[in-house]
């Protein structure tokens, strides 16, 4: 076929197509359903082979069999064919295909209408034609929403009908019948999507115009009603049509397209929807059988809207039609949650009205109490779970009606409201709202929920309790980031809480007692149905991650009761049908019982108490299932409980009666061979808690039964990497544990070790690795344990073969484990030097090495020196020579770790030693001078090093003879070595301060240039070696070196300001109540240099937020040092959005607060700061943008904010930026480029609603000119153009952004372009 595809050539004439085709479409009308089948599935591939010709032929035909009022029997086969090739149609040939049915399409609605027919038609039409009739405006309404669906945004001649669509469409919304009503409203919210911004609001307009005529429902309804005739309101023709069906149908269609096109919706439309919504959900009008006052009539509707109909139609509207309002106010908040928010207050409190609108009920408890944190006695009830249930099958037909819909729609929209606000929900804990009828008492949203899980209706009652249990994991959330604070005991100082400005919820008092009897009595309920179950356990899980979890003992206990009913199984085959010991069921609640011993929020003896009699018996039973989910948890279970009984305190009986059954119930699992791998690793974990914590407690034989089976599956391929995670847990525990005996297990366990390290898989090199190094510690002295004398020299041969610069993790493992064999094993110092020295050597001069392979290499050395493995001499020649061996010259990362590889094995030499080492040292350095540079530098910094180590003060005259080489390489022509001597006397400060540290501040106040520089550069090495040190404490120094900073703030010399910040943040972060006061005094401070001093002040707050100052004392100083960002100076701004940039990396709860009102606004601002200036260069000129530098930090923030903070954003009026951002230069593009693929999973609705903007700047990206560049200027072009279309293609897939008809647009302009193709295919193949 001509436009068929493959390597098929051949071409059918135009004729031959005809007749082929006219055969196919005269096999719809076949009698037998199969043909029709066929025929229709025949017409899927018609339509992408032949000729546009045909296909438009085909169409037309099936339109007009369609639109046949004759041919009703066959009208769904014809439709079907038609959706068919709207479906599939070439792309290509879609806005032909469009022109050809569009007209005929909306014709025929107009032709078939039966609104129209009545007000022609002076007759009446029989029911076989209306029904014929209806079925045509069905079909058309069907074909006209998947030709917008697909076609919508890109043909033209769907565009040029685009009003007289929306007309055809609106007019269906007053037809008779609801299926026509139901489908029109379909149909215009898929052309909401593609029409302009002018159309969408004449449609919102239209839509609430009609709406607005409505009186609503209930008491508010009726007093509409009345004010309407007092003051003589004329109703037109259109206004008297309007039923209340009409009106359902009305705010269907609007909620519909506020679903789909909400983030086009402005200020305006929302804020005259709501009240119109609110009008049919007035909270005067939400009753339940319980309040005193209710009057049946009050519920009902307009009189004149509902007459003519049953009081159940009546009332069957009036559900729909509030269930309509409520899926409207849900649709708003998740798609216009700024819009919203005026009224958000009025939805919620709507909302929690009708959750309880059940007026054919009474529930007969709220008489007196409607707090739900309050303390009730359940046990005082008049009537129990079992009672309120039971009820329900003594209704009577009258009584069980639809409100249930009402409750879950209500309730919908509280989880979207809960749901938007999950970066920020204390408002739902702490705003209340008089949500019941007539009653001064208020209620939270947290309250008002919890105090409905006694929802009779099933649907409803799930929705709540996952809707309230989704509100405490966005609370928990939240206080982890620090936005909230969760009250969890009561001692804590809440007022103190709330005086520093944090927002406090209080779980304490009762409300997670409140929570747990909710919970429990749907656990309890016999006929509660399995989700409620579920839902209840999901809560009470989520419960368990709170301060507090769920409560003390009399909650856990009775929290485990309920538990085990649902893991007990009864014999009996009634309860064995009983949904409660469900598999799923009994699933969630091991579950749940894990969390509850893991989470750490429960005092240990209590649940240790309660877990004991009460369910591991159970537990233990759970591991003989059958489903293997469950065997898996029950074992995950089990292997929590060793812990608990040390944490709980439990005594020797208690430990050897839970060990016993905990091996009784692990080992067969552990020694079956038929299982499923989850249930394996399960049960080598569990093993390897109950041998490392409760060994005891077991026998020797049960030990040794265990020891068996581990190595039985250490010799197992697929279960070889549990085991080594098993052997180093029970490694750990045996190294503080001198009872814990694994020589019967060694020899094997290393010679299987060993054999793994010479495997191919780096994972299996791994965890042998650690494994190994674990078990080596385990040994005793060489007397302790018989092992086998070649076992260790074939350990470290292997350990030696993959020590390598190529992978420094696995390098480090190796290393370690040699040192651990070293360590344990004396004796085995020959081995170490034979088979591990010399790869340690080539390593020691690796420009690669690093943290933490180099500590791993210096533990060793250290190791090997002091176990006299090798003699300290031999070992640092052989370091020394690594320079002379390396060749070429080294860098200074090779001199730096070669250094603090000497300093460290010299540290462990004899004192006689060390004396004489130095001493040569310094000799040498004398020597060598600038002639030899590398071994000038290396000694230099083996002095330093070896001083942080040392007091060097304490050897006779050293300290004074280094200072005096330090002085005089300051003044040495060779570059390297100076920055080696500043980096040597900082570190030699260390061990001894009041021989370096008086020298270097006395040098500082006297020097300038360079030397002051390289000065600054020992204090702040001196600074930084003092931070690594554990316990140490430079408080009394910090008076000394304070002065000196300060003085040297408004140095005009960049470099020596970006040291006095450094030095200045480290010792903010040691001593950050002396020095924080002074920055912030320095910063307010009005001096001539008060710019730079400034710009030191805010590098150095950077450094210390960088180095993990304390957030507490650095929180009241923020708003000072945030003020930075209103200086006029560029470069005191740049570093300040620098400063914000690492708080909100680091510490993001420094600025969420501060976020609105000091940084937003300037980020705003900064990030569209433009400030071009031409620089006259003789022959060309040359364009300098000074805002360049702000721009991108200020871009770097927000990128930083939608990772650590979202909630603190205001993510729409960003967009703007973001757009002009697409236009900015290279650097700037990029850097948003990801910026906006990272919003497309994060915030699409946002980016949805500006995709149009982004077109232009994205067109011009995607379609950069490669000029004459070439090399890596020509790849750089085309690394700009690819992120580009990872834009196109990440925002293209967002939902409704093809909908946006300027960006389909260039989406499909760039589809089909044949210079895109490659690049296209190139972003494929990345994925």
């Given at each position: 076929?001509?436009?068929?595809?493959?390597g098929?050539?051949?071409?059918?004439?135009?004729?031959?197509?005809?007749?082929?085709?006219?055969?196919?479409?005269?096999?719809?009308?076949?009698?037998?359903?199969?043909?029709?089948?066929v025929?229709?599935?025949?017409?899927?591939?018609?339509?992408?082979?032949?000729?546009?010709?045909?296909?438009?032929?085909?169409?037309?035909?099936?339109?007009?069999?369609?639109?046949?009022?004759?041919?009703?029997?066959?009208?769904?086969?014809?439709?079907?064919?038609?959706?068919?090739?709207v479906?599939?149609?070439?792309?290509?040939?879609?806005?032909?295909?469009s022109?050809?049915?569009?007209?005929?399409?909306?014709d025929?609605i107009?032709?078939?209408?039966?609104t129209?027919?009545?007000?022609?038609?002076?007759?009446?039409?029989?029911?076989?034609?209306?029904?014929?009739?209806?079925?045509?405006?069905?079909?058309?309404?069907?074909?006209?929403?998947?030709?917008?669906?697909?076609?919508?945004?890109?043909?033209?001649?769907?565009?040029?009908?685009?009003?007289?669509?929306?007309?055809?469409?609106?007019?269906?919304?007053?037809?008779?019948?609801?299926?026509?009503?139901?489908?029109?409203?379909?149909?215009?919210?898929?052309?909401?999507?593609?029409i302009?911004?002018?159309?969408?609001?004449?449609?919102?307009?239209r839509?609430?115009?009609?709406?607005?005529?409505?009186?609503?429902?209930?008491?508010?309804?009726?007093?509409?009603?009345?004010?309407?005739h007092?003051?003589d309101?004329?109703?037109t023709?259109?206004?008297?049509?309007?039923?209340s069906?009409?009106t359902?149908?009305?705010?269907?269609?609007?909620?519909?397209?506020?679903g789909?096109?909400?983030?086009?919706?402005?200020?305006?439309?929302?804020?005259?929807?709501?009240?119109?919504?609110?009008?049919?959900?007035?909270?005067?009008d939400?009753?339940?059988?319980?309040d005193?006052?209710?009057?049946?009539?009050e519920i009902?509707?307009?009189?004149?809207?509902?007459?003519?109909?049953s009081?159940?139609?009546a009332?069957?509207?009036?559900?729909?039609?509030?269930?309509?309002?409520?899926?409207g106010?849900?649709s708003?908040?998740?798609?216009c949650?700024?819009?919203?928010?005026?009224?958000?207050?009025?939805?919620?409190?709507?909302?929690?009205?009708?959750?309880?609108?059940?007026?054919?009920?009474?529930y007969?408890?709220?008489?007196?109490?409607?707090?739900?944190?309050?303390?009730?006695?359940?046990?005082?009830?008049?009537?129990?779970?079992?009672?309120?249930?039971?009820?329900?099958?003594?209704?009577?037909?009258?009584?069980?009606?639809?409100?249930?819909?009402?409750?879950?729609?209500?309730?919908?929209?509280?989880?979207?409201?809960?749901?938007?606000?999950?970066?920020?929900?204390?408002?739902?804990?702490?705003?209340e709202?008089?949500?019941?009828?007539?009653?001064?008492?208020?209620?939270?949203?947290a309250?008002?929920?919890?105090?409905?899980?006694?929802?009779?209706?099933?649907?409803?009652?799930?929705?709540?309790?996952?809707?309230?249990?989704?509100?405490?994991?966005?609370?928990?959330?939240?206080?982890?980031?620090?936005?909230?604070?969760?009250?969890?005991s009561?001692?804590?100082?809440?007022?103190?809480?709330?005086?520093?400005?944090?927002?406090?919820?209080?779980?304490?008092?009762?409300?997670?007692?409140?929570?747990?009897?909710?919970?429990?009595?749907?656990?309890?309920?016999?006929?509660?149905?399995?989700?409620?179950?579920?839902?209840?356990?999901?809560?009470?899980?989520?419960?368990?991650?709170?301060?507090?979890?769920?409560?003390?003992?009399?909650?856990?206990?009775?929290?485990?009761?309920?538990?085990k009913?649902?893991?007990?199984?009864?014999?009996?085959?009634?309860?064995?049908?009983?949904?409660?010991?469900?598999?799923?069921?009994?699933?969630?609640?091991?579950?749940?019982?894990?969390?509850m011993?893991?989470?750490?929020?429960?005092?240990?003896?209590?649940?240790?108490?309660?877990?004991?009699?009460?369910?591991?018996?159970?537990?233990?039973?759970?591991?003989?299932?059958?489903?293997?989910k469950?065997?898996?948890?029950?074992?995950?279970?089990?292997?929590e409980?060793?812990?608990?009984?040390?944490?709980?305190?439990?005594s020797?009986?208690?430990?050897?009666?839970?060990?016993?059954?905990?091996?009784?119930?692990?080992?067969p699992?552990?020694?079956?061979?038929?299982l499923?791998?989850?249930?394996?690793?399960?049960?080598?974990?569990?093993?390897?808690?109950?041998?490392?914590v409760?060994?005891?407690?077991?026998?020797?034989?049960q030990?040794?039964?265990?020891?068996?089976?581990?190595l039985?599956?250490?010799?197992?391929?697929?279960?070889?990497?549990?085991a080594?995670?098993?052997?180093?847990?029970?490694?750990?525990?045996?190294?503080?544990?001198?009872?814990?005996?694994?020589?019967?297990?060694?020899?094997?366990?290393?010679?299987?070790?060993?054999?793994?390290?010479?495997?191919?898989?780096?994972?299996?090199?791994?965890?042998?690795?650690?494994?190994?190094?674990?078990?080596?510690?385990?040994?005793?002295?060489?007397?302790?344990?018989?092992?086998?004398?070649?076992?260790?020299?074939?350990?470290?041969?292997?350990?030696?073969?993959?020590?390598?610069?190529?992978?420094?993790?696995?390098?480090?493992?190796?290393?370690?484990?040699?040192?651990?064999?070293?360590?344990?094993?004396?004796?085995?110092?020959?081995?170490?030097?034979?088979?591990?020295?010399?790869?340690?050597?080539?390593?020691?001069?690796?420009?690669?090495?690093?943290?933490?392979?180099?500590?791993?290499?210096?533990?060793?050395?250290?190791?090997?020196?002091?176990?006299?493995?090798?003699?300290?001499?031999?070992?640092?020649?052989?370091?020394?020579?690594?320079?002379?061996?390396?060749?070429?010259?080294s860098?200074?990362?090779?001199?730096?770790?070669?250094?603090?590889?000497?300093?460290t094995?010299?540290?462990?030499?004899?004192?006689?030693?060390?004396?004489?080492?130095?001493?040569?040292t310094?000799?040498?350095?004398?020597?060598?001078?600038?002639?030899?540079?590398?071994?000038?530098?290396?000694?230099?910094?083996?002095?330093?090093?070896?001083?942080?180590?040392?007091?060097l003060?304490?050897?006779?005259?050293?300290?004074?003879?280094?200072?005096?080489?330090?002085?005089?390489?300051?003044?040495?022509?060779?570059?390297?070595?100076?920055?080696?001597?500043?980096?040597?006397?900082g570190?030699?400060?260390?061990?001894?301060?009041?021989?370096?540290?008086?020298?270097?501040?006395?040098?500082?106040?006297?020097?300038?240039?360079?030397?002051?520089?390289?000065?600054?550069?020992?204090?702040?090495?001196?600074?930084?070696?003092?931070?690594?040190?554990?316990g140490?404490?430079?408080?009394?120094?910090?008076?000394?070196?304070?002065?000196?900073?300060?003085k040297?703030?408004?140095?005009?010399?960049?470099?020596?300001?970006?040291?006095?910040?450094?030095c200045?943040g480290?010792l903010?972060?040691?001593?950050?109540?002396?020095?924080?006061?002074v920055?912030?005094?320095?910063?307010?401070?009005?001096?001539?240099?008060?710019?730079?001093?400034?710009?030191?002040?805010?590098?150095?707050?950077k450094?210390?937020?960088?180095?993990?100052?304390?957030?507490?004392?650095l929180?009241?100083?923020?708003?000072?040092?945030?003020?930075?960002?209103?200086?006029?100076?560029?470069?005191?701004?740049?570093?300040?959005?620098?400063?914000?940039?690492?708080?909100?990396?680091?510490?993001?709860?420094l600025?969420?607060?501060?976020?609105?009102?000091?940084?937003?606004?300037?980020?705003?601002?900064?990030?569209?700061?433009?400030?071009?200036?031409?620089?006259?260069?003789?022959?060309?000129?040359?364009?300098?943008?000074?805002?360049?530098?702000?721009?991108?930090?200020?871009?770097?923030?927000?990128?930083?904010?939608?990772?650590?903070?979202?909630?603190?954003?205001?993510?729409?009026?960003?967009?703007?930026?973001?757009?002009?951002?697409?236009?900015?230069?290279?650097?700037?593009?990029?850097?948003?480029?990801?910026?906006?693929?990272?919003m497309?999973?994060?915030?699409?609705?946002?980016?949805?609603?500006?995709?149009?903007?982004?077109?232009?700047?994205?067109?011009?990206?995607?379609?950069?000119?490669?000029?004459?560049?070439?090399?890596?200027?020509?790849?750089?072009?085309?690394?700009?153009?690819?992120?580009?279309?990872r834009?196109?293609?990440?925002?293209?897939?967002?939902?409704?952004?093809?909908?946006?008809?300027?960006f389909a647009?260039?989406?499909?302009r760039?589809?089909?372009?044949?210079?895109?193709?490659?690049?296209?295919?190139?972003?494929?193949?990345?994925?």
């Amino acid at each position: 076929a001509s436009g068929g595809s493959g390597g098929n050539t051949s071409r059918i004439d135009s004729q031959t197509e005809r007749r082929i085709c006219s055969a196919v479409l005269s096999l719809l009308d076949d009698s037998s359903n199969d043909v029709q089948t066929v025929a229709v599935k025949t017409l899927s591939v018609l339509l992408i082979t032949v000729q546009e010709e045909q296909v438009v032929e085909i169409a037309e035909r099936l339109c007009t069999l369609v639109l046949d009022q004759s041919k009703s029997d066959l009208r769904d086969v014809y439709a079907i064919g038609l959706k068919t090739l709207v479906e599939t149609v070439p792309a290509s040939m879609g806005n032909i295909v469009s022109q050809r049915l569009i007209g005929r399409l909306v014709d025929g609605i107009h032709t078939n209408s039966t609104t129209q027919k009545k007000v022609k038609s002076t007759g009446v039409s029989s029911s076989a034609e209306d029904k014929n009739s209806e079925e045509i405006v069905l079909a058309c309404l069907n074909v006209l929403t998947d030709l917008l669906t697909r076609f919508g945004s890109t043909a033209n001649s769907i565009t040029l009908q685009h009003e007289p669509l929306l007309n055809v469409a609106l007019s269906q919304l007053a037809s008779p019948r609801p299926v026509v009503r139901k489908r029109a409203g379909t149909t215009i919210g898929v052309l909401a999507t593609v029409i302009s911004d002018t159309l969408l609001h004449r449609l919102v307009e239209r839509i609430l115009d009609q709406i607005d005529k409505a009186e609503g429902l209930g008491k508010s309804g009726k007093k509409r009603a009345r004010k309407a005739h007092t003051s003589d309101y004329q109703r037109t023709l259109s206004t008297s049509d309007l039923r209340s069906a009409d009106t359902r149908s009305l705010i269907r269609t609007m909620c519909t397209v506020s679903g789909t096109v909400g983030h086009r919706l402005n200020q305006g439309h929302i804020d005259r929807i709501v009240p119109i919504f609110l009008r049919f959900c007035d909270p005067e009008d939400a009753v339940t059988g319980d309040d005193e006052d209710y009057d049946s009539d009050e519920i009902g509707g307009d009189a004149d809207g509902m007459a003519g109909i049953s009081e159940e139609a009546a009332a069957a509207m009036q559900v729909e039609l509030r269930e309509s309002c409520f899926a409207g106010f849900e649709s708003f908040v998740l798609r216009c949650p700024a819009l919203i928010q005026p009224h958000l207050d009025q939805i919620i409190h709507s909302s929690l009205a009708y959750m309880r609108f059940d007026p054919n009920y009474q529930y007969g408890d709220e008489g007196d109490d409607d707090e739900a944190m309050e303390e009730d006695d359940e046990d005082d009830e008049e009537f129990s779970e079992e009672d309120e249930y039971s009820e329900d099958d003594d209704m009577s037909d009258e009584e069980d009606d639809d409100n249930w819909k009402v409750r879950r729609s209500a309730i919908r929209t509280l989880t979207s409201v809960v749901e938007a606000t999950k970066h920020d929900p204390s408002k739902l804990w702490i705003a209340e709202y008089a949500w019941r009828k007539n009653s001064d008492k208020k209620a939270t949203v947290a309250g008002a929920l919890v105090n409905r899980f006694k929802e009779r209706e099933e649907n409803c009652r799930v929705d709540i309790i996952e809707c309230f249990t989704r509100l405490l994991s966005f609370t928990v959330s939240a206080a982890s980031a620090g936005v909230l604070v969760l009250a969890s005991s009561s001692s804590m100082d809440d007022d103190a809480l709330a005086a520093s400005g944090a927002v406090v919820v209080d779980l304490r008092s009762n409300v997670s007692s409140a929570i747990v009897k909710a919970s429990e009595k749907q656990l309890s309920a016999k006929k509660g149905g399995e989700r409620s179950k579920s839902s209840a356990i999901g809560l009470m899980s989520t419960l368990c991650l709170a301060p507090g979890g769920i409560g003390g003992s009399e909650q856990i206990t009775s929290v485990l009761t309920h538990v085990k009913s649902i893991l007990n199984v009864d014999d009996d085959s009634k309860m064995r049908r009983n949904s409660a010991n469900s598999k799923s069921l009994k699933l969630e609640a091991l579950c749940l019982v894990r969390i509850m011993v893991s989470c750490k929020k429960h005092d240990p003896t209590h649940i240790k108490n309660a877990l004991l009699p009460i369910l591991l018996p159970e537990i233990c039973q759970c591991v003989k299932e059958d489903w293997y989910k469950v065997i898996a948890e029950a074992l995950r279970v089990l292997l929590e409980i060793p812990n608990l009984m040390i944490l709980g305190s439990a005594s020797k009986p208690e430990m050897d009666e839970v060990a016993n059954s905990l091996y009784v119930a692990i080992e067969p699992r552990l020694a079956e061979h038929d299982l499923d791998q989850e249930i394996k690793e399960c049960a080598l974990s569990a093993s390897a808690s109950l041998l490392s914590v409760l060994h005891a407690s077991l026998s020797m034989e049960q030990k040794n039964r265990i020891f068996e089976l581990l190595l039985e599956r250490l010799k197992n391929e697929t279960t070889r990497i549990a085991a080594i995670k098993t052997l180093s847990k029970i490694g750990d525990a045996a190294q503080s544990n001198d009872d814990l005996d694994l020589s019967p297990i060694m020899n094997e366990t290393l010679g299987q070790l060993a054999l793994l390290l010479r495997q191919q898989s780096r994972r299996l090199k791994q965890t042998s690795l650690e494994c190994l190094d674990t078990m080596v510690l385990c040994l005793g002295s060489d007397d302790d344990v018989d092992m086998d004398d070649g076992l260790f020299d074939s350990v470290l041969k292997d350990l030696g073969d993959i020590i390598s610069e190529t992978d420094l993790h696995i390098c480090h493992l190796s290393l370690s484990a040699s040192n651990s064999i070293l360590k344990a094993r004396p004796s085995t110092g020959p081995s170490v030097k034979n088979h591990i020295l010399p790869a340690a050597l080539t390593l020691s001069k690796s420009p690669l090495l690093q943290n933490p392979a180099l500590s791993s290499l210096l533990v060793l050395l250290e190791e090997m020196t002091a176990s006299k493995a090798i003699t300290f001499d031999n070992l640092r020649d052989m370091l020394v020579e690594q320079i002379v061996f390396n060749g070429s010259k080294s860098s200074k990362q090779v001199i730096s770790n070669l250094a603090e590889c000497i300093a460290t094995i010299a540290a462990v030499a004899p004192p006689a030693k060390q004396n004489t080492f130095i001493k040569n040292t310094i000799s040498a350095i004398k020597k060598s001078g600038d002639d030899n540079a590398q071994t000038t530098q290396l000694n230099l910094l083996v002095s330093g090093d070896l001083g942080r180590k040392v007091d060097l003060s304490s050897m006779p005259g050293v300290a004074d003879s280094l200072q005096q080489i330090y002085d005089q390489a300051f003044g040495s022509s060779n570059e390297d070595i100076k920055h080696a001597a500043a980096l040597a006397l900082g570190r030699a400060s260390v061990g001894a301060i009041d021989a370096f540290l008086p020298g270097i501040l006395t040098a500082l106040e006297k020097s300038s240039g360079k030397k002051q520089y390289l000065l600054l550069s020992s204090l702040r090495e001196f600074i930084h070696c003092y931070r690594e040190m554990e316990g140490g404490n430079l408080s009394s120094s910090v008076p000394l070196i304070l002065p000196h900073l300060e003085k040297n703030c408004g140095n005009d010399e960049e470099g020596v300001r970006s040291m006095v910040a450094e030095c200045l943040g480290s010792l903010a972060c040691l001593e950050p109540k002396m020095i924080l006061p002074v920055l912030q005094e320095l910063v307010t401070r009005d001096t001539p240099k008060k710019v730079v001093v400034r710009w030191t002040v805010g590098s150095a707050v950077k450094f210390a937020i960088g180095g993990h100052i304390s957030p507490n004392e650095l929180a009241p100083f923020m708003p000072t040092f945030l003020g930075l960002l209103q200086e006029d100076d560029l470069a005191v701004k740049n570093i300040a959005l620098l400063m914000v940039y690492s708080a909100v990396h680091h510490t993001p709860q420094l600025v969420v607060g501060l976020m609105k009102e000091q940084i937003l606004p300037q980020i705003y601002e900064l990030a569209q700061l433009n400030m071009e200036r031409r620089i006259d260069l003789g022959p060309f000129k040359h364009t300098v943008d000074d805002a360049l530098p702000l721009r991108k930090a200020a871009l770097s923030v927000f990128a930083t904010c939608l990772e650590k903070c979202p909630s603190s954003l205001d993510i729409p009026a960003f967009m703007p930026v973001v757009a002009k951002a697409l236009a900015d230069v290279e650097d700037v593009q990029l850097q948003t480029h990801t910026i906006v693929i990272s919003m497309c999973s994060r915030h699409p609705i946002p980016l949805v609603a500006a995709a149009d903007s982004f077109v232009a700047p994205l067109e011009k990206t995607v379609n950069k000119k490669k000029g004459q560049k070439t090399g890596t200027e020509l790849e750089r072009v085309y690394e700009w153009i690819k992120s580009g279309l990872r834009v196109m293609i990440a925002v293209s897939k967002l939902d409704g952004a093809m909908n946006n008809r300027k960006f389909a647009e260039f989406v499909d302009r760039i589809n089909n372009s044949s210079k895109h193709g490659p690049f296209l295919q190139a972003v494929e193949d990345e994925r």
